[in-house]
């Protein structure tokens, strides 16, 4: 594996960045949420290059790292209790645990509260927590779904079926075979009009599976803004991306 150390420069600590060849036409830098540097270049791409391009988004990196330290808790839902955050549909709610014999979770105000029988259960509230999620992700995907799918329908597209899963790299993806969109299942994390950029990119790709100019032509068509949504969204916090 290939790596640089980077000396950012207003902390004067370093980083370390991997280096990834790969067969590509331009170069790509990732910051991601876990403090990983990824930058993918073309194989031939000489080191010398590499190290002096890196070295100069010191600045940009060290913007990014401070972005995702300030936000680790919306990011993060390894460790539910009180007092800690997270983010849904881009509003900051704050974790309220109570006693309760009956288990439920709702959003009260500013606040995600969750009542269970064992308020020192760790394992029990996760589940009782990712099952809200997850059923609440699933009713607002399905929502954005039922407003843009009219767009593609009309081509005798199947309005397709969502499903949730836990994905590193993407925001969704498509089998226009099966008739299946599988979002990220922290996706919902983004504000509606972020999520909407996702849900249509996806169902373009049931007519143009593959990003050609065709593609991104009909996607303009329908959202102008798609760019700045996904710039946007690019920047959010979203566990696992």
């Not at 407003?147 to 397709?160: A, D, F, G, H």
Request: net charge positive; aromatic share 10%; hydrophobic share 35%.
């Amino acid at each position: 594996m290939e790596t640089y150390d980077l000396l950012l420069s207003d902390s004067k600590t370093a980083v370390l960045v991997i280096i990834e060849r790969k067969d590509m036409k331009t170069c790509r830098l990732k910051v991601f949420p876990d403090k990983a540097i990824k930058f993918s270049v073309p194989k031939a791409t000489p080191s010398d290059w590499i190290s002096k391009y890196l070295d100069s988004k010191t600045r940009w990196i060290s913007e990014k790292l401070n972005t995702f330290e300030q936000t680790r808790g919306y990011a993060a839902t390894t460790d539910i209790r009180n007092a800690g955050s997270i983010r849904f549909l881009g509003e900051d709610l704050m974790f309220a645990i109570s006693e309760s014999k009956k288990p439920s979770v709702l959003i009260e105000g500013k606040s995600l509260r969750i009542l269970t029988p064992n308020i020192n259960d760790q394992d029990s509230i996760k589940k009782q927590f990712e099952k809200w999620w997850r059923t609440e992700s699933l009713k607002h995907l399905n929502a954005h779904l039922d407003k843009l799918y009219p767009i593609v329908e009309k081509y005798k597209i199947s309005r397709p079926k969502a499903v949730l899963r836990k994905m590193k790299t993407l925001w969704g993806s498509c089998s226009a075979n099966r008739g299946v969109i599988t979002f990220n299942q922290y996706l919902t994390k983004a504000k509606p009009a972020l999520i909407e950029y996702v849900v249509l990119h996806e169902l373009v790709h049931f007519l143009y599976p593959n990003h050609s100019k065709q593609f991104y032509s009909f996607l303009s068509n329908y959202m102008p803004d798609w760019e700045v949504r996904k710039r946007i969204l690019d920047q959010d916090v979203v566990h696992g991306l």
